[in-house]
Antibody
């Protein structure tokens, strides 16, 4: 079955970097694009953006440019989220999530159909 | 950005109850809305997409309705496995945004 298996929890100091992995299985990796979603403690879900798994082109939501990088390794069907220069406010659970599209009047509308369990990143000195 | 107002934030109910959760976007999103169920330490699970389409394998006691600026998720007869957090998401326009979630707890 379709699975998105994320890497384990991370504890990092401010200023460090972290790379979260999302290994997929059960489907053709390059056929579905991947979203990233964040949930800070006590907060709601926040959409970070998505990456085109066919060509590696990322799209970042406002607030997630600069220190956040989406990447891929198609040879191992894995998506990555790297966060550099970590700040305390980056403490959150980060989810990868597969998106699926509906074509409607010449436009695609994508919703998330499969999620990973999330990776907790804690930034603390 | 489209703001998603979800209510209630907490809902106490018993097995067998019919429950309804509401999501109101700050502007019309046609029917581009999804509902998810999330349990602690588990991956969120898609229940409903395009406002009313039941995802494959989701029990028929779950249903979604609405369009524009008001949507509802209804569980017709609560089962023990349904106690979880539910959230909505709009995918009409970027950035995608989510409701704050509804925690469905045992009464």
């Amino acid at each position: 079955q379709v699975q998105l298996v994320q890497s384990g929890s991370e504890v990092k100091k401010p200023g460090a970097s972290v790379k979260v992995s999302c290994k997929t299985s059960g489907y053709s990796f390059v056929t579905y694009n991947m979203d990233w979603v964040r949930q800070a403690p006590g907060q709601g879900l926040e959409w970070m953006g998505w990456i085109n798994t066919h060509n590696g082109n990322p799209t970042y939501a406002q607030g997630f440019t600069g220190r956040f990088v989406f990447s891929l390794d198609t040879s191992v069907s894995t998506a990555y989220l790297q966060i550099s220069n970590l700040k305390a406010e980056d403490t959150a659970v980060y989810f990868c999530a597969r998106r699926i599209g509906n074509l409607y009047k010449f436009s695609y509308y994508f919703h998330i159909d499969v999620w990973g369990k999330g990776t907790t990143v804690t930034v603390s000195s | 950005d489209i703001q998603m107002t979800q209510s209630p934030s907490t809902l106490s109910a018993s097995v067998g109850d019919r429950v309804t959760i509401t999501c109101r976007p700050s502007q019309s999103i046609s029917t581009w809305l999804a509902w998810y169920q999330h349990k602690r330490e588990k991956a969120p699970k898609l229940l409903i997409y395009k406002a009313s389409s039941l995802d494959s394998g989701v029990p028929s006691r779950f249903s979604g309705s609405g369009s524009g600026t008001e949507f509802t998720l209804t569980i017709s007869s609560l089962q023990p496995d349904d106690f979880a957090t539910y959230f909505c998401q709009q995918y009409d326009s970027y950035p995608y945004t989510f409701g704050q979630g509804t925690k469905l707890e045992v009464k």
